[in-house]
């Protein structure tokens, strides 16, 4: 039997099938067509699954379901009230794959989340039942699994960690509409703004002055190579998110943090120093929890919406 994984990003659609063990037996990629509202994206997702169910020689009572994974909320597996990155409204996304494929077992769920069961299952977090996934890229994504299920709450906006508070002085508005978010300052973005300030506001050596287009590579790469102000930078960054990631151990007492996103490249030199924080600001009955790097990259979504399926 096979499952199959969708994950719907705002440039591409990644596919695969799966095995019941978690084999990943074929994945591609299609284009995400988001013109007129992206009207074209879900039959365009079910045409491309048929078509290679055909190429493979694959039977549709062979499959077991269809997980898909998409960016934004998601309700009771089914619908969104609104993908902004998609052009989406109000939209029953596993009514219209059902309709369009003949497949009756369909399953959606929002893309943070189903990244966090893809590492529980084949990446990072293997082995735990209750895990906080962090993905540290453009934005700060979460996704929580809570004794082997994703934790979606009542609207599928649970997991969003990235808009947690860590600055009630804040001017600036995040991308949600609030102020003194997570992912300004925890971010790859956010790094990069907060270094920029801090190159602004002081006359401070430092090789990244030196850098034209400022990236949070950049600054990791300096940090390593022991750069002071760089590393300071990483040690801010490290801080929030440690302090942060201490609140949320209080609320969902998870055995491991999983982190990923384009910031964990930085290794364990940035999951050190999280721990570090996380440690120093946790009630003692949480503290030592497995701090680990995700391992599934671009295929976490394929592989947690195919598990979707097997829930």
């Known amino acids: 039997m096979v499952c199959v994984g969708v994950d719907i990003g705002g440039t591409t659609v990644k596919i695969g099938f799966f095995t019941e063990t978690g ?29 290679t169910l055909k190429q493979k020689g694959i039977e549709k009572d062979e499959i077991m379901g269809i997980g898909i994974g998409v960016p934004g909320p998601v309700v009771h597996e089914e619908s969104v009230f609104e993908c902004v ?44 039942n ?3 996934l962090v993905t540290l890229g453009t934005g700060v994504g979460g996704g929580i699994i809570c004794d082997g299920r994703i934790l979606t709450g009542s609207v599928g906006a649970g997991g969003e960690i990235g808009h947690i508070t860590v600055n009630f ?21 956010g790094i990069v703004n907060e270094t920029k300030k801090a190159l602004a506001a002081s006359n401070v050596e430092t090789t990244l002055r030196e850098v034209e287009n400022l990236s949070a590579k950049a600054i990791f790469d300096a940090a390593k190579s022991g750069d002071d102000f760089a590393s300071q930078m990483v040690e801010n960054l490290s801080e929030i998110l440690g302090k942060t990631l201490a609140h949320v151990a209080h609320v969902v007492d998870p055995e ?21 924080y996380y440690n120093a600001n946790v009630m003692l009955a949480l503290k030592n929890r497995d701090f680990r790097l995700a391992k599934l990259g671009n295929d976490a979504g394929i592989y947690g919406s195919a598990r979707l399926i097997l829930e």
């Open 130 to 132: 209750n895990l906080v």
């Open 85 to 128: 990155n998609l052009g989406w409204g109000k939209t029953n996304v596993a009514e219209t794959i059902r309709e369009l494929t003949g497949i009756t077992n369909v399953k959606v769920g929002n893309d943070a989340n189903v990244a966090a069961l893809g590492e529980m299952w084949k990446g990072g977090g293997e082995g735990y």
């Open 169 to 189: 002085d804040e001017t600036v508005a995040c991308n949600c509409g609030k102020k003194g978010c997570l992912e300004q300052y925890a971010s790859a973005t």
């Open 23 to 51: 084999e990943n037996l074929h994945k591609w990629e299609i284009v995400t067509r988001k013109e007129e509202r992206g009207r074209y994206i879900l039959p365009d997702v079910a045409d491309s699954i048929l078509e």
């Open 256 to 276: 491991a943090f999983v982190i990923g996103g384009g910031v964990s490249k930085a290794g364990e030199m940035l999951t050190e120093r999280i721990s570090r």
